[in-house]
Nanobody, 120 residues
Framework: VQLQASGGGLVQAGGSLRLSCTAS????????IGWFRQAPGKERDFVAA???????YFADSVKGRFTISRDNDENTVYLQMNSLKPEETAVYYC???????????????WGQGTLVTVSS
Protein backbone atom coordinates (compact mmCIF):
# COMPACT_ATOMS: atom_id res chain seq x y z
CA VAL A 1 0.00 0.00 0.00
CA GLN A 2 1.15 3.56 -0.67
CA LEU A 3 0.16 6.36 1.69
CA GLN A 4 -0.11 10.06 1.00
CA ALA A 5 -0.38 12.46 3.92
CA SER A 6 -1.60 16.00 3.34
CA GLY A 7 -3.19 18.96 5.05
CA GLY A 8 -0.28 20.32 7.02
CA GLY A 9 0.52 23.99 7.19
CA LEU A 10 1.02 27.00 9.40
CA VAL A 11 -1.57 27.72 12.07
CA GLN A 12 -1.68 29.92 15.12
CA ALA A 13 -1.85 28.46 18.59
CA GLY A 14 -5.42 27.50 19.35
CA GLY A 15 -6.22 26.93 15.71
CA SER A 16 -7.25 23.82 13.84
CA LEU A 17 -6.04 21.69 10.97
CA ARG A 18 -7.35 18.56 9.33
CA LEU A 19 -4.83 16.07 8.02
CA SER A 20 -5.68 13.46 5.44
CA CYS A 21 -4.04 10.12 4.77
CA THR A 22 -5.03 8.62 1.45
CA ALA A 23 -4.01 5.10 0.49
CA SER A 24 -3.78 3.21 -2.73
CA UNK A 25 -5.01 -0.35 -3.07
CA UNK A 26 -8.29 -2.16 -2.70
CA UNK A 27 -7.76 -3.55 0.81
CA UNK A 28 -7.70 -0.26 2.67
CA UNK A 29 -10.47 -1.35 5.04
CA UNK A 30 -8.24 -4.18 6.29
CA UNK A 31 -5.55 -1.84 7.62
CA UNK A 32 -5.07 -0.24 10.96
CA ILE A 33 -4.07 3.37 10.30
CA GLY A 34 -1.97 5.33 12.71
CA TRP A 35 -0.75 8.91 12.95
CA PHE A 36 2.62 9.77 14.46
CA ARG A 37 4.56 12.99 14.74
CA GLN A 38 8.21 13.80 14.94
CA ALA A 39 9.68 17.11 16.00
CA PRO A 40 13.29 17.98 15.10
CA GLY A 41 15.72 16.03 17.24
CA LYS A 42 12.98 14.00 18.89
CA GLU A 43 11.56 10.53 18.56
CA ARG A 44 8.53 9.69 16.49
CA ASP A 45 5.56 9.73 18.86
CA PHE A 46 2.13 8.18 18.61
CA VAL A 47 -0.76 10.58 18.11
CA ALA A 48 -3.85 8.56 17.16
CA ALA A 49 -4.99 5.45 15.37
CA UNK A 50 -8.12 3.84 13.99
CA UNK A 51 -8.48 0.10 13.77
CA UNK A 52 -10.02 -1.98 11.00
CA UNK A 53 -13.24 -2.17 12.98
CA UNK A 54 -13.30 1.57 13.62
CA UNK A 55 -11.93 1.59 17.14
CA UNK A 56 -10.18 4.86 17.94
CA TYR A 57 -7.12 5.43 20.08
CA PHE A 58 -5.41 8.64 21.15
CA ALA A 59 -2.31 9.73 22.95
CA ASP A 60 -3.18 11.24 26.31
CA SER A 61 -1.79 14.58 25.22
CA VAL A 62 -4.34 14.97 22.42
CA LYS A 63 -7.45 13.44 23.95
CA GLY A 64 -10.39 15.80 23.78
CA ARG A 65 -8.75 17.93 21.09
CA PHE A 66 -8.05 15.54 18.22
CA THR A 67 -10.44 13.22 16.45
CA ILE A 68 -9.79 10.51 13.90
CA SER A 69 -12.11 9.05 11.33
CA ARG A 70 -11.88 6.80 8.32
CA ASP A 71 -13.76 6.70 5.04
CA ASN A 72 -13.13 3.31 3.49
CA ASP A 73 -14.97 4.29 0.31
CA GLU A 74 -12.46 7.09 -0.20
CA ASN A 75 -9.46 5.11 1.16
CA THR A 76 -8.81 8.02 3.49
CA VAL A 77 -8.27 8.59 7.19
CA TYR A 78 -8.70 12.07 8.64
CA LEU A 79 -7.06 13.55 11.71
CA GLN A 80 -8.89 16.63 12.94
CA MET A 81 -6.65 18.65 15.23
CA ASN A 82 -8.15 21.40 17.35
CA SER A 83 -6.68 23.76 19.95
CA LEU A 84 -3.21 23.23 18.58
CA LYS A 85 -0.19 24.14 20.68
CA PRO A 86 3.23 25.40 19.58
CA GLU A 87 4.88 22.30 21.03
CA GLU A 88 2.89 20.21 18.57
CA THR A 89 4.92 21.57 15.69
CA ALA A 90 6.23 18.49 13.90
CA VAL A 91 6.14 16.41 10.78
CA TYR A 92 3.03 14.26 10.97
CA TYR A 93 3.18 10.80 9.42
CA CYS A 94 0.46 8.31 8.71
CA UNK A 95 1.17 4.61 8.74
CA UNK A 96 -0.67 1.41 7.95
CA UNK A 97 -0.47 -2.16 9.13
CA UNK A 98 -2.55 -5.32 8.96
CA UNK A 99 -2.04 -5.85 12.66
CA UNK A 100 -3.65 -4.49 15.76
CA UNK A 101 -3.39 -0.86 16.78
CA UNK A 102 0.07 -0.06 18.07
CA UNK A 103 1.27 3.05 19.84
CA UNK A 104 4.85 2.36 18.83
CA UNK A 105 5.98 3.00 15.26
CA UNK A 106 5.94 -0.67 14.31
CA UNK A 107 3.84 -0.19 11.22
CA UNK A 108 4.70 -1.78 7.91
CA UNK A 109 3.87 1.12 5.61
CA TRP A 110 4.53 4.85 5.98
CA GLY A 111 3.57 7.99 4.14
CA GLN A 112 6.01 10.80 3.45
CA GLY A 113 4.81 13.12 6.22
CA THR A 114 3.24 16.55 6.27
CA LEU A 115 4.62 19.48 8.24
CA VAL A 116 2.47 21.17 10.85
CA THR A 117 3.77 24.42 12.28
CA VAL A 118 1.95 26.01 15.19
CA SER A 119 2.98 29.58 15.89
CA SER A 120 2.70 31.18 19.31
Amino acid sequence: VQLQASGGGLVQAGGSLRLSCTASGRTFSEYTIGWFRQAPGKERDFVAAVSRSGGKYFADSVKGRFTISRDNDENTVYLQMNSLKPEETAVYYCAADFGRVATTPNYAYWGQGTLVTVSS
